[in-house]
Nanobody, 119 residues
């Protein structure tokens, strides 16, 4: 499974941005979608996840501001980012965990999309 992330860019503090991640290729199932981010000079950190039953989890710093959702028909996951702050500046990566067509577990990463929050 290949992942293509898009939607990053420059946004002012308090603004909104919508990131998308499209999965292509064959898999038996995708069980978990995640968004991670890597701020400049820092380690990659987990941001949000959505699993097959559509339940979601968020890291504390984005709760109430970010929303993760998915469109199964389009094999797409979206991260809606509202009320962004300068500390949200990072390269954002999408990630999936799933089961391959040979019924083996796999994980895949997208290439990253840069979000810059600045006035």
């Amino acid at each position: 499974v290949q992942l293509q992330a898009s939607g990053g860019g420059l946004v002012q503090p308090g603004g909104s941005l919508r990131l998308s991640c499209v999965a292509s290729g064959n898999a038996f199932s995708i069980n978990t979608w995640n968004w991670y981010r890597q701020p400049p000079g820092k380690q990659r950190e987990w941001v949000a996840m959505i699993i097959r039953d559509d339940s979601t989890k968020y890291t504390d710093s984005v709760k109430g501001r970010f929303t993760i959702s998915r469109d199964n028909a389009k094999n797409t996951v979206v991260l809606q980012m509202d009320s962004v702050q300068p500390e949200d500046t990072a390269v954002y990566y999408c990630n999936v965990y799933g089961t391959s067509t040979t019924l083996k577990p796999f994980t895949s990463w997208g290439q990253g999309t840069l979000v810059t929050v600045s006035s």
